[in-house]
């Protein structure tokens, strides 16, 4: 019989591969609610930084993976500010945009 009471704690990274997949899908559904045009090497740009952060953190995001709302804060804490200089909108409509997308 399989224990499954210690499957929760033990949980394995993603690779980097589902990783850059996920921040390009998250990314990708924000632009689709902000109704702006952002230029693929902008948008590149974009997925670099919120990549690096995630990677730099990916301890704390896979322990709080099922918590939507925690992740959405922490986007909007720690990755935010850069992505709306880059793509010159407020960081406010940046964040509503996301976490309509993420949630």
Same mark, same amino acid.
Not at 1 to 4: E, F, L, S
Not at 7 to 32: D, G
Not at 66 to 72: D, E, G, T
């Given at each position: 019989?399989?224990?499954?009471t210690?499957?929760?704690?033990?949980?394995?990274?993603?690779?980097?591969?589902?990783?850059?997949?996920?921040?390009?899908?998250?990314?990708?559904?924000? =632009?689709?609610?902000?109704?702006?045009?952002i230029?693929?090497?902008?948008?590149?740009?974009?997925?670099?930084?919120?990549?690096?952060? =995630?990677?730099?953190?990916?301890?704390?995001?896979?322990?709080?993976?099922?918590?939507?709302?925690?992740?959405?804060?922490?986007?909007?804490?720690? =990755?935010?500010?850069?992505?709306? =200089?880059?793509?010159?909108?407020?960081?406010?409509?940046?964040?509503i945009?996301?976490?309509?997308?993420?949630?």
């Open positions: 019989m399989k224990n499954y210690n499957e929760k704690h033990n949980q394995t990274y993603p690779s980097l591969r589902n990783i850059r997949r996920a921040c390009q899908r998250e990314l990708y559904r924000t =632009v689709k609610k902000l109704n702006k045009y230029s693929p090497d902008i948008m590149k740009q974009a997925e670099q930084i919120y990549l690096q952060k =995630v990677v730099l953190n990916l301890p704390w995001i896979a322990e709080n993976g099922s918590n939507r709302k925690l992740l959405a804060n922490w986007w909007k804490d720690n =990755v935010c500010d850069e992505i709306a =200089v880059l793509w010159s909108v407020e960081p406010s409509t940046l964040a945009a996301f976490r309509d997308s993420f949630s």
